[in-house]
């Protein structure tokens, strides 16, 4: 059993399982019953997602290909992840990799400069199954 991090919109893979979106907005233009058709997500977990501030952060960065301002994102975005919430959410997302198939992403396309990198990260630091 895995986890896999995705690009929302893009074909599913075979076996991947429910597909999660942490993503802070929903798609654009897309009725709310079409998101997992359209394969996006089945389910809205914004909980992951940075804060919009952090948001904007990542978005200045990646358009000025900024390395400092995109390691400061990481730096951020990882003290979010650290607070009780979010930090027991990633515990309960690893042990389930080792349990059942589903996937987490987000719409960037550059995965090495979307906050699903870290994401990943930090479910391989607490041991899922990441695939």
Not at 77 to 104: C, G, V, W, Y
Request: charged share 25%; hydrophobic share 35%.
């Amino acid at each position: 059993m895995t986890v896999r991090i995705v690009r929302l919109g893009s074909a599913r893979q075979q076996d991947e399982g429910l597909r999660i979106g942490t993503v802070r907005r929903p798609p654009r233009g897309v009725p709310k019953t079409e998101f997992a058709s359209r394969d996006f997500y089945d389910v809205w977990y914004p909980q992951l997602s940075p804060v919009p501030e952090l948001v904007q952060a990542a978005q200045t960065a990646q358009a000025a290909h900024d390395q400092r301002a995109w390691d400061t994102f990481v730096k951020q975005f990882r003290k979010q992840m650290a607070e009780p919430d979010a930090s027991r959410t990633l515990d309960l997302l690893a042990a389930l990799s080792h349990q059942s198939n589903f996937s987490i992403g987000c719409y960037c396309e550059d995965e090495a400069h979307c906050h699903r990198s870290v994401l990943r990260a930090l479910l391989t630091e607490r041991g899922a199954d990441v695939r």
